[in-house]
């Protein structure tokens, strides 16, 4: 290992788009002296339409993009990608590897009182089930009401958060949920906690929302306390963005998300990400989908 400190690598980090930065600023509110290196698959974006078999290669794709540049511990920070393919990340590198499916679901079957929990998510992590096998095996007496909601990651990449239009659409997706009883919600997609206010509103404030990005953060940090992990406060840190395609996009998007600009944008090139998977898969024999 060409570093002396395992704990001063940074954290990597990706997502199908800009959505993962949702997690990304939980984590730096939460870890501010970690360094962090993020990539956005904005070139391919969204997953949450595609077949678990697409979602699976361009998952190991970006995760041999990652670790080749040396980090510390690798986060899924897709919801999409971490329900159908964080088994497959987890046994293909040997650095460890965190999905964001767990904690919200601990989250969720610790919050309900009437053992109803409802999920909503992309179409691939609704059809995958992820998100009410982990509540179920948490707590097999929990109820799990899922639901897809396809149009919220288009409103929030246009910047429509909580207005009248939002709010129609929003209880268009979720009255048949508000009728089912839950008193929890999972916000099970990175791009929903900025639609809170609006779920909130439609939702009424007898129900919790739990937002996935906060309990990753909340996760990785006692991951990195126990492990001995965590960046000493006095060194310098760097956060890095790689994107797949239109830096300016996800810059300009990526304000919205981080509350406040992002440099060092690098973009590269979905070829180069290809070459690494296969670079990876010939190597040690593993990865293949
Ligand atoms: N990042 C995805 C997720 O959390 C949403 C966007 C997409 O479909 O790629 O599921």
């Given amino acids: 290992m060409k570093f002396k400190n395992m704990a001063d690598l940074p954290i990597g980090i990706f997502d199908s788009g800009v959505g993962g930065l949702t997690v990304l600023k939980e984590i730096h509110a939460r870890l501010p002296a970690e360094s962090t290196i993020y990539l956005g698959d904005t070139a391919r974006v969204?997953?949450?339409?595609?077949?678990?078999?697409?979602?699976?290669?361009?998952?190991?794709?970006n995760s041999s993009f990652l670790v080749e540049k040396g980090i510390k511990l690798l986060i899924i920070a897709c919801n999409t990608a971490s329900a159908v393919s964080l088994d497959i990340i987890r046994n293909t590198f040997k650095i460890p590897v965190?999905?964001?499916?767990?904690?919200g679901a601990k989250a969720a079957a610790l919050a309900t009182k009437n053992s109803r929990v409802g999920v909503i998510g992309t179409e691939a992590t609704i059809k995958s089930g992820a998100y009410g096998r982990?509540?179920?095996?948490?707590?097999?007496g929990i109820s799990v009401i899922e639901r897809s909601c396809p149009l919220f990651v288009p409103l929030v990449e246009e910047g429509w958060l909580d207005d009248e239009v939002v709010e129609l659409i929003v209880r268009r997706y979720l009255t048949q949920m508000k009728l089912s009883n839950i008193d929890t919600l999972v916000l099970g997609c990175t791009h929903y906690p900025l639609l809170k206010k609006v779920i909130k509103k439609v939702m009424g404030d007898d129900v919790v929302l739990i937002d996935s990005a906060i309990e990753k953060a909340k996760n990785v940090s006692n991951i990195l306390?126990?492990?001995?992990?965590?960046?000493?406060?006095?060194?310098?840190?760097?956060?890095?963005y790689y994107v797949t395609d239109a830096p300016e996009r996800f810059q300009e998007i990526g304000k919205r998300f981080?509350?406040?600009?992002?440099?060092d944008i690098t973009?590269?090139?979905?070829?180069?990400?290809e070459e690494k998977a296969v670079a990876l898969k010939k190597a040690c024999g593993c990865g293949g989908v």
């Fill in 46 to 61: 969204p997953y949450g339409i595609r077949s678990a078999e697409t979602v699976i290669k361009y998952s190991l794709e």
């Fill in 98 to 103: 965190l999905g964001v499916i767990d904690p």
């Fill in 134 to 140: 982990t509540i179920r095996r948490i707590n097999p």
């Fill in 225 to 240: 306390t126990s492990s001995g992990l965590l960046k000493p406060l006095d060194t310098p840190i760097s956060r890095k």
């Fill in 258 to 263: 981080m509350l406040e600009a992002l440099d």
């Fill in 267 to 273: 973009k590269i090139e979905i070829a180069s990400l």
